[in-house]
């Protein structure tokens, strides 16, 4: 027996002599020598069912899709490896034979052969056998028949051996029987009704394997469509909105559509109209005459369809058939004419965009250049109101509507009044100057506002450009806007330039300025603010801007002090809006700082450079409570903040700086006390602690109404804890929760005191009835000798908070858009609603000045002098 288990030999695994897998499953087989030396074994490798040795997977090896006549090779997209191969595991000391994906061809023996003292020879074998799962071929899981038909709900199975197929449905075995028949393509059901919904479960089963695969088939009955019936006349009123809903039955639920008869056109791709194929709603947005036809509604669902139409007869409104757009020149006549239709005939009226008021007939009280005129012809339904404004002026010049009105409804029009005049460059005097470098083309862009358009010249030295054939000065247009491209090849091409413009009413000229643009001058001041042990926050002076050349990025380098050679300084930068903040330092280390400005020029010398130490690793900073104080005393007192809710509160924090190690946890503690002559006074007993982990919230429940609760907040990290934080806070008023004491029962004196309190605060209630009502009582005593100010307060503190606001460099104002002319003669179309009057755009907030004081750790802020012109911070 001993000498049997020290005989050399080859072992595979798993140890069973045949593995029987199915086709498309991956397998791994182990030869593995059991030998008493493995250093001796040469020559370990596996052989194929043809006895070819199996190669192990090549490197970098990607299994090809197709091979060389085209045809798809038996292997996954994408597939990295082949599809058999071998590979060394268990540091060299066996051999595995993989089949990443069993094809049919690869059944039969595999042998694993090895050498041993190189002279022995060492053999073993096993049998790969396969057979290809059962496969659902034509089973789809979701089939819908129609009701009345025969149907037949398909399952087609492949396996080989090959399974047998039976049915079930709701767990009971269904036989070939009446109205099924079980067929090879699934299950036969004849004159299907609603009745046959359900799930079917097709099983399949291989008995020689053991295999067996349910499907489940949910079957749905569909039934044909059918529509309500319609009315038979509808009626419309032009100009307004109508609605129309059809109904129908069908299973599943029928698509809706509706079709003008008349055209045989789909309403849904008409103007105006809208369709909800699933609620079968028709939406005319805007009725008109032509609009009047026979509409059908169809449902429609696999199952079939069916059918409804109505009359829509459309009723007439007022409609302004004509109302055109006027040009005039200064100081002349204009004549606006506006005709409208409708039964009866409507009345005319204008109003001036940006009024209320409507003109009335006849002279205008309020403007005795302005003449509103009114024509009707009763027997065609038509108006024509005419507009007469005299002596034409350019604040005339705008948007008017037309309104016609009869007892039916309103119609609106809008019409414009284009007043001309000579250029103008009012809209350019305020822009900034031109910048450019290094012989960088510029763009100088001129437009003028002139009805008509003007055209444009340049004139350099008060000479046309056109005229010099300077090849550095190039103009691109000439008629409503012209652009002067200037590549400055000298100095001399930093000048004024001179934009005529001329229309047939006269010309205007502008002068516009090209500057060399310069890289910023040196930062002037940097400061830290908040200095951590692994980040500095900076604030910033921003050197002094150019209009029209603002600063894009603030950079800065860091090293630490004994590097003597900026080269091999670390860099950043930041956008002139965003936080300055150095992170990555390490602690108790010496930096030296410098910063640069760049705008688009490029970066200013380095400057104002500072030396700054970070702390050691130490415990958090102090988190700072994000609730708004209410309430300002003493300067060492708790600033006070309030709870909406009576019951609970909601504390939030901001995350304060770790200082070299990561903050773990935050422990909250709230006491309910009171504040008597200065001294806070706690209830101990009713102190709650609760410690939380890395959030920044925490809601306090079970709280009492009409209560102050003094709040401590401690940040922790593996140093320890930081300072606290405090508050007060207080509940809203409500229902009291009362603290109770548990008692078994209620001794004489309890009962006696009860009796007292009860009485005690009746008399309390009717002083504050009589201090309500008649200001009188002893409340109303003490209200008028320590009334302060409106607040449910008693003599907690009121703590303000400064707070540093940053200021954005000047920025060049934007080039206004070109001025298009307005006096086109097109009518314009109908208006759903009158013209609104425009809104004034909101107040830009303001902008409150601040500085900085430095003492040697951190950087405070307060309101009032700033730290320097544009600064940053």
Not at 63 to 92: F, M, N, V
Not at 401 to 409: K, L, S, T
Not at 814 to 842: C, M, R, W, Y
Request: glycine content about 6%; aromatic content about 8%.
């Amino acid at each position: 027996m001993a000498h049997s288990q020290n005989q050399p030999r080859l072992k595979i695994l798993p140890a069973s002599s045949v593995q029987r897998k199915p086709v498309g499953h991956s397998l791994l087989l182990t030869c593995r020598p059991e030998v008493p030396d493995t250093n001796l074994i040469s020559d370990l490798r596996w052989n194929d069912n043809r006895n070819m040795t199996i190669l192990p997977k090549p490197m970098n090896y990607y299994y090809p899709l197709y091979d060389s006549k085209g045809r798809k090779l038996p292997t996954k997209a994408g597939q990295s490896s082949p599809l058999i191969y071998t590979e060394s595991i268990a540091g060299g000391t066996a051999l595995a034979l993989i089949f990443n994906s069993l094809q049919e061809s690869m059944a039969g023996t595999y042998f694993c052969a090895a050498s041993y003292s190189v002279t022995e020879k060492l053999n073993a074998a096993v049998v790969v056998e396969t057979y290809v799962a059962i496969t659902w071929k034509d089973a789809p899981t979701d089939q819908r028949p129609l009701m009345g038909t025969d149907y037949i709900v398909r399952c087609e199975v492949t396996a080989n051996p090959p399974a047998t197929v039976d049915w079930l449905r709701n767990g009971d075995q269904i036989k070939s029987s009446g109205r099924y028949v079980i067929e090879n393509r699934g299950l036969l059901i004849k004159n299907i009704t609603e009745a046959d919904d359900g799930v079917y479960t097709c099983r399949a089963a291989v008995m020689s394997t053991g295999e067996l695969k349910n499907r489940e088939i949910r079957v749905e009955v569909q039934i044909m469509p059918q529509v309500q019936r319609l009315p038979l006349v509808m009626d419309a009123v032009e100009g307004q909105s109508f609605s129309v809903m059809c109904n129908a039955t069908g299973k599943p639920v029928p698509e809706f559509q509706w079709i003008k008869k008349g055209t045989q056109q789909n309403a849904a791709d008409l103007d105006r109209f809208s369709v909800n194929s699933i609620t079968g709603q028709l939406d005319i947005s805007t009725v008109e005459q032509q609009d009047h036809d026979n509409y059908a509604c169809i449902a429609r669902n696999p199952a079939g369809q069916s059918e409804s139409v109505m009359k829509l007869n459309v009723l007439i409104r007022p409609k302004i058939i004509e109302f055109i757009n006027i040009t005039v020149s200064e100081n002349e006549e204009a004549v606006f004419v506006c005709k409208a239709f409708g039964r009866p005939a409507p009345e005319i009226t204008f109003r001036r965009y940006g009024t209320v008021e409507e003109y009335s007939i006849g002279l205008q009280v309020s403007d005795d250049r302005i003449i509103l005129e009114q024509s009707t012809d009763d027997e065609k339904g038509e108006t024509v109101g005419t507009l007469r404004i005299s002596k034409l002026a350019t604040t005339d010049d705008g948007l008017y509507e037309c309104i016609a009105r009869n007892r039916g409804d309103v119609a609106f029009k809008v019409g414009h009044i284009t007043v001309e005049y000579r250029p103008i460059f009012d809209h350019l005097k305020a822009l900034p100057p031109v910048y450019t470098w290094e012989e960088r083309p510029a763009n100088l862009s001129c437009f003028a506002q002139a009805i008509p358009n003007a055209t444009i010249e340049w004139r350099f030295n008060d000479r046309r450009i056109q005229d010099l054939y300077d090849q550095n000065l190039r103009i691109e247009n000439e008629g409503l806007r012209s652009d002067l491209i200037i590549t400055p090849r000298d100095r001399r091409y930093y000048t004024a330039y001179k934009c005529v413009a001329n229309n047939r009413l006269g010309s205007a000229e502008h002068i516009m300025e090209l500057r060399e643009a310069r890289i910023p001058e040196m930062v002037p001041q940097a400061k830290p603010r908040i200095v951590s042990a692994t980040s500095i926050t900076f604030d910033i002076m921003a050197p002094p801007v150019e209009p029209g050349l603002p600063l894009t990025a603030f950079s800065v380098q860091w090293k630490e002090q004994f590097q003597s050679d900026w080269n091999f300084a670390l860099n950043r930068t930041w956008s002139p809006d965003s936080p300055y903040i150095v992170e990555g330092l390490r602690p108790q280390t010496a930096y030296s700082f410098r910063f640069a400005a760049r705008n688009v020029v490029g970066l200013s010398q380095w400057g104002a450079y500072v030396d700054q130490s970070t702390p050691r690793r130490s415990e958090p900073e102090t988190p700072r409570i994000l609730h708004t104080p209410i309430q300002d005393e003493e300067e060492d007192s708790d600033p006070i903040v309030t709870s909406p809710y009576a019951d609970h509160f909601d504390m939030r924090w901001s995350i304060p700086v770790d200082n070299g190690e990561p903050i773990d946890m935050y422990r909250i503690k709230y006491c309910p006390g009171t504040k008597v002559n200065g001294y806070w006074t706690e209830m101990e007993e009713h102190c709650i602690e609760q410690d939380i982990a890395r959030m920044t919230n925490y809601e306090m429940r079970s709280l009492q109404a009409d209560t102050y609760y003094r709040i401590e907040l401690m940040a922790h990290n593996a140093i320890g804890f930081s300072k606290p934080a405090h508050v007060l806070m207080k509940t809203a008023r409500g229902i009291d929760v009362v603290l109770r004491v548990d008692s078994p029962t209620l001794s004489s004196a309890a009962v006696i005191g009860i009796v007292i309190g009860s009485v005690v605060l009746l008399l309390l209630i009717a002083d504050l009835l009589c201090c309500a009502f008649g200001n009188l009582g002893i409340l109303a005593t003490l209200c008028r000798k320590t009334k302060r100010s409106p607040s449910d307060l008693d003599d907690e503190a009121k703590l303000g908070s400064g707070s540093l606001i940053k200021e954005r460099p000047p920025s060049p104002l934007p080039l206004p858009p070109p001025i298009v002319k307005l006096g086109a003669t097109t009518p314009l179309e109908d208006e759903k609603q009158p013209l609104n009057t425009p809104q004034q755009p909101a107040a830009s907030p303001l902008k409150v000045n601040s500085s900085v004081e430095y003492d040697g750790r951190v950087v405070h802020s307060r309101s009032g002098e700033i730290i320097g012109k544009n600064s940053a911070v």
